[in-house]
């Protein structure tokens, strides 16, 4: 029942939320983080009760399409808990950064409880048809977000996201088919248990994980399929961006965690060195193109096609110390990069400018937003201490494990992450005070802080805490890497 | 030839006669009458069909054709009526709003 | 694996840490004061503190004693996911012992200079934090007992050295030569993961204690070729902090900082970093000579391409910048020619003296009002008593003047590099003659004759807080050497023997050494000659100086190409900044714009066309319409009766 509410409770809120419209904007944005409060309740209330050696477990089903096999199954376990956990989290602190705002009334707020329920729902869901409703149903809001309350180039941002997400995601509902019509269930312990035979990657193990994969690969995204996320992040508004940055890309990761390294592992160890070049593709041209971006926001997301490469070189190291770091990374780099996202955000809210050129002398204006600016990109490169230098020394060590090469090219994301953040933070944080921060003030209010806050002292606990995390993570983990080497159907 | 043959060879006269008098005429008026002929043709054939087998069954399609061409006759009267008031003309190439 | 160590647990050493971290906290958090007195109070307690502790820490576990390496602070565990597994323990041993020692001592030493020194400044609560940081993560390093925890430290340090030499975040100059400094350091951090990465696959531990006693020494578990990688990636690491070919460049940058911070982090702690892991390590490093006549001959070569440079520079600060290069050269060619005792005995007592001659010459720049050109100088000793003499005291001690700290230090280095062979001996000498020269003119240039300018005319002694540390640094450059004497001179081995007790029961021989000693004769000649050699050298200089009427420095090509660094800044932008920065703009304008956007756009405009193309179809026209139904049903029929016939 707890996990029924997981999805519910933003769902619901966000239809009420709809009705607020008549409403003054303070009321729709207060109950909006009393619902968050409820939300919260269950979602600790599942932390708490949370047995990790559940993997794949269904606590609520309900058989809503017998005809394709399909059951709407819904559980919890080490693999999606901490997504939904971070998304809870961001949405919440985002709840707060929204108070007062005059753009983001009833109808901003009820779209995005509704994606918050998308994801949710992707996160939980246990049956592949599920599983693509949710995963399909996330483009709607986001769509709208981006297309109306983005800046100057949104209507072809959203677009092009709904466009690349979709034609994605349209080989993964064909495999879904092809799953349904060769099994007559679409449920993931079902489908492992039936053990799908692989006879090489053109053969039915093979095809069905390419169209998972494609999908993935879009959201990820991984490298050729990255184009749609700079223009997405850039033209977003600033929760919109957070959360596409926080959890709608570590829905990819998640996917080929449990989709595809779950029921096709050995279509997995087929593509793996294919996806290796990608991933590392990514890095680099990622890391470069964040390097000579003018546009803050466009680096901060090309920097996130950087890490999300690191990912998915975890995902395809094929070892527990990848895979757990992987799956950590996906918490650190969603609080890190939501945390920039954030925090320029509040700074644009007041410049309404994202060329770098017209910034310099934060530290001036604002000091401790300034640390908290410079707090966030330490974390996002890695500065060990915070969670994304543990993410990255497991991924890269397990990637070490497997392919020594590969790691050693990996390594140069660090060099280059480094680069391309301190050249941002030079012309942003330091230096002379440059035009548009000249002619604004940046004073924060207190629902700004409360927003920021909590994100760098999670940041802080997780990079000298991670275990209780990894020890949460851990059977789901072992287990999918246990089916890999299992080696059925060879 | 059979008498089957002649009346149906007649209505198919009559029906491509009314094809292409639908096609190439200019006038709306003219179209609409060649449509008639069309219905009138088919008409024909099915008599021919009731009698060569001895059935009531295209007598009755007849008689809703019939039905249904005077309705459908009236209509597209009004219809044109309507368009002429609007543009002044029933000549059927000038009617092009819905191109594109 | 480090549950059966048999050891002593102690709460003691994680204090040490915290002190200055709760410092940090509070100064740049909490309290956030403009006034330098409170600022600073928070900022020296906190470092005082720490040093406290790491007395009482000595104190009671001692120096000397020979089966210590057990005393562990075992704090809380951090990572542990399938092979890599690391706790984040602290851990005691007499060479640890000695560093905290250095690193608090002089680090408070160094807040109480900074309260005089940085009393104009606006947010004095910024500079005390970051002191403090620094403090805190140096401390992470030296004590932590696994290589994980020290990289912790090495980043850390890097973040603070960062945010330090761009301190006056105003000047882009400034933030420029801060992220110069953090970015070469990174590209030696690169060496510091492989190494990890390699001891975790093949080692299973990053416990140095465990290192040390499984895999140094003949009965080693790793093989020779894993451990040479790991090694070498060490030290390329160390390249990188410690400042040696070819990642250097960072640090005559890095004078952009206040000179408190030049005196803390670029002297004395954060660029010895890279020794003292190594020496720390040593056991295994004494087990691969080809890497320590790696780090002979890269420690030479940067101690004489420093000198060099050091030769000609007009700052003041730049000269003790590529002094320091130079003297952490000799402590690599120490550590290359076998001797980490010789390299760590360097460390401290040039940990003393370059943080004596930096402060100093902070002294200096402050009575000059922040002018830093020696041209401009002069007759300052007159001016200036306090600081004149114990300048002087930090000179002799550099030059290695008889019975000063450097003198014994630089003489065990010298009488080393003479038992590996004459040849790194006698460039050696010649890097130190060349350090008498330039550090005499450096001296004599500040000190001696009339002043050159407005500034050196009505220049006066700094305030008490900035004259005590000077005393009590110069008093430490007389008296720390003593620790360790060679054997024609009192025989002291104090230092060798906390060092050698300090890796855990293992031997620091070198494989294949035969560990030949030099006869006292040779020891007395040796010595003789050098500091005859190094004194004539350094009175030359003195006369050449000291008189001194020009402000224009000499010219020729030669002296142009010292000035100018040898043009090492300028190759690196031409051979790797520029073309690296040129493949970025390419590789995102071509691939990402032209490549898969285009092919993109490609994709939506032909969708576009295609369906402009269908729409001719959409005539308007009825009886088009009426031909369309015709043909269509005409073909349909046609196509039926060929089927059914």
């Known amino acids: ?490 | 030839m059979s008498e089957l043959t002649l009346i149906v060879g007649l209505g198919l006269c009559l029906f491509s006669i009314g094809i292409v008098g639908f096609v190439t005429r200019r006038s709306g008026l003219i179209a609409l009458m060649s449509l008639e002929l069309m219905l009138n043709g088919v008409n024909i054939c099915l008599v021919a069909f009731a009698r060569h087998h001895n059935s009531p069954e295209p007598s009755a399609l007849v008689m809703l054709i019939v039905l249904v061409a005077a309705a459908e006759a009236a209509l597209a009267l009004a219809l044109f009526v309507a368009l002429f008031r609007q543009s002044g003309s029933v000549d059927l190439d000038d009617y092009r709003m819905l191109k594109g | 694996m480090d549950a059966e160590f048999t050891g002593a647990t102690t709460s003691l050493l994680r204090w040490i840490i915290l002190f200055p971290l709760l410092g940090a906290i509070v100064n740049g958090l909490i309290v956030r004061s403009r006034n330098i007195k409170i600022a600073g109070a928070i900022g020296t307690l906190a470092s005082a503190l720490a040093f406290v502790v790491s007395l009482i820490v000595v104190n009671q576990y001692g120096f000397l004693s020979e089966d210590l390496g057990y005393i562990v602070d075992p704090w809380f565990h951090w990572i542990q996911v399938g092979r890599i597994n690391v706790p984040f323990w602290l851990e005691y041993t007499p060479l640890t012992g000695l560093m905290l020692l250095v690193v608090t001592g002089i680090g408070t030493l160094i807040h109480v200079f900074s309260l005089g020194y940085m009393s104009e400044e606006k947010s004095p609560y910024r500079f005390f934090c970051y002191l403090n940081l620094f403090l805190s993560a140096m401390l992470v390093l030296v004590l932590s007992s696994n290589l994980v925890g020290i990289f912790l430290g090495w980043e850390g340090v890097g973040l603070c050295s960062y945010l330090l030499i761009g301190f006056w975040y105003e000047k882009n100059e400034n933030t420029a030569a801060g992220m110069k400094a953090f970015v070469t350091n990174r590209v030696g951090d690169l060496g510091f993961f492989i190494a990890l990465f390699l001891l975790a696959l093949h080692a299973n531990t990053f416990q140095i204690r465990e290192l040390l006693t499984y895999f140094a020494g003949p009965s080693s578990q790793l093989s020779p070729v894993i451990l040479m990688c790991v090694l070498a990636a060490l030290f390329w690491a160390s390249t990188g902090k410690s400042a040696q070919l070819p990642l250097y460049v960072w640090l005559p940058d890095a004078m952009a900082g206040p000179t408190p911070v030049s005196a803390l982090i670029h002297a004395a702690t954060m660029v010895t970093s890279g020794i003292f892991v190594t020496v720390r390590l040593w056991p295994l490093f004494a087990t691969q000579p080809e890497i320590l006549d790696w780090m002979l001959w890269v420690g030479m070569a940067t101690a004489w391409l420093a000198a060099l440079i050091a030769l000609t520079q007009r700052d003041i600060k730049k000269v003790l910048a590529y002094s320091t290069v130079s003297q952490l050269g000799f402590m690599f060619v120490a550590l290359g020619v076998g001797a980490p005792v010789a390299a760590f005995f360097h460390v401290v007592t040039h940990a003393f003296f370059k943080a004596l001659l930096f402060l100093g010459a902070g002294s200096v720049i402050h009575g000059m009002h922040h002018d830093q050109d020696l041209f401009n100088m002069g007759g300052l000793k007159s001016k200036m008593p306090q600081t004149h003499l114990t300048f002087l005291v930090g000179t002799l001690a550099i030059i290695g003047f008889p019975f000063t700290a450097g003198f014994f230090s630089k003489d065990m280095i010298l009488a080393k590099a003479f038992e590996h062979g004459p040849l790194a001996w006698t460039l050696l000498v010649l890097a130190a003659l060349m350090t008498a020269f330039y550090m005499l003119r450096c001296y004599a240039l500040a000190f001696w004759g009339k002043p050159r300018s407005k500034h050196a005319e009505h220049a006066h002694e700094s305030g008490l807080s900035m004259v005590i540390p000077l005393i009590v640094l110069a008093l430490g450059s007389l008296l720390v050497g003593w620790m360790e004497t060679p054997p024609i001179l009192f025989d002291i081995h104090a230092l060798q023997q906390a060092i050698e007790g300090s890796w855990y029961g293992m031997s620091g021989e070198i494989v294949g050494h035969s560990g030949h000693h030099l006869s006292h004769a040779t020891e007395w000649i040796l010595v003789l000659v050098t500091t005859a050699a190094s004194l004539g050298v350094a009175y030359f200089s003195f006369k050449k100086f000291s008189n001194q009427t020009s402000r224009d420095s000499a010219s020729g090509t030669v002296f142009e190409w010292s000035q100018n660094k040898f043009y090492v800044d300028e190759l690196y932008q031409f051979l790797i900044l520029r073309p690296l920065s040129f493949v970025a703009s390419w590789s995102w304008k071509i691939v990402d714009t032209y490549l898969i956007n285009g092919f993109v756009h490609v994709i939506r405009d032909g969708l576009k066309f295609s369906g402009q193309l269908l729409s001719f179809a959409h005539t308007g026209n009825v009886q088009t319409y009426a031909w369309y139904l015709a043909a269509a049903s005409a073909a349909s029929l046609l196509l039926s009766w060929w089927v059914i016939s």
């Open chain 1, 1 to 490: 029942m707890t996990t029924l509410m997981l999805l519910l409770v933003p769902l619901v809120g966000g239809i009420v939320l709809f009705g607020f419209g008549c409403l003054p904007k303070r009321a729709a944005q207060w109950f909006n983080i009393l619902l968050h409060f409820v939300w919260g309740f269950f979602i600790l209330k599942a932390w708490i009760s949370f047995n990790p050696e559940q993997v794949g477990e269904v606590s609520w089903s309900w058989n809503w399409m017998p005809s394709i096999g399909s059951r709407l199954d819904l559980g919890v376990d080490g693999l999606n808990l901490p997504l939904v956990a971070l998304n809870f989290i961001l949405s919440f602190l985002l709840a707060f950064y929204s108070l007062g705002k005059e753009k983001l009334g009833a109808s901003y707020l009820a779209l995005f409880s509704i994606l918050n329920a998308a994801s949710v729902g992707s996160l939980l869901a246990l049956d592949a048809f599920a599983f693509y409703v949710f995963w399909e149903f996330m483009l709607i809001p986001m769509y709208f977000l981006i297309g109306k309350w983005g800046s100057k180039n949104r209507v072809y941002a959203a677009l092009k996201f709904f466009a690349f997400t979709m034609a994605g995601s349209l080989l993964m509902l064909l495999a879904i088919v092809a799953l349904s019509s060769q099994y007559g269930t679409l449920s993931w312990n079902a489908l492992r248990d039936a053990q799908i035979p692989y006879d090489g990657i053109w053969g039915f193990q093979g095809l069905v994980f390419l169209g998972f994969l494609v999908a993935f690969a879009v959201k990820i995204p991984v490298w050729p399929f990255h184009t749609w996320l700079p223009d997405a992040h850039t033209e977003a508004p600033t929760g919109a961006s957070v959360i596409l940055a926080g959890v709608l890309l570590k829905l990819g990761v998640y996917g080929i965690a449990r989709w595809g390294l779950g029921l096709f592992p050995m279509a997995a160890q087929e593509v793996a060195g294919v996806m290796m070049v990608l991933a590392l593709a990514g890095i680099v041209l990622g890391s470069f193109a964040a390097w000579k971006q003018s546009d803050i926001k466009r680096m901060i997301a090309y920097s996130s096609v950087a890490h999300m490469g690191f990912m998915v070189l975890g995902l395809f190291a094929f070892n527990v110390e990848a895979l757990q770091g992987a799956m950590f990374q996906n918490l650190a780099h969603g609080l890190s990069t939501g945390a920039l996202f954030l925090i320029f955000g509040i700074i644009y809210d007041r410049t309404h400018t994202r060329e770098i050129s017209q910034y310099g002398g934060l530290a001036s204006k604002n000091g401790l937003l300034a640390t908290a600016f410079v707090f966030s990109a330490m974390a996002s490169i890695g500065l060990p201490g915070l969670p994304g230098f543990i993410g990255e020394f497991l991924i890269l060590s397990g990637t070490f494990f497997t392919n020594k090469i590969v790691a050693c090219v990996a390594l140069s994301g660090v060099l280059l992450g480094a680069i391309y953040m301190l050249s941002m933070l030079r012309r942003v944080v330091f230096g002379p005070v440059g035009p548009t921060l000249e002619a604004h003030e940046i004073k924060l209010a207190w629902n700004e802080w409360v927003a920021i806050v909590p994100l760098l002292v999670l940041m802080l606990i997780l990079g000298l805490q991670p275990q209780f995390l990894f020890e949460k993570a851990k059977f789901s983990v072992e287990w999918i890497l246990a089916l890999m080497a299992s080696g059925w159907g060879v």
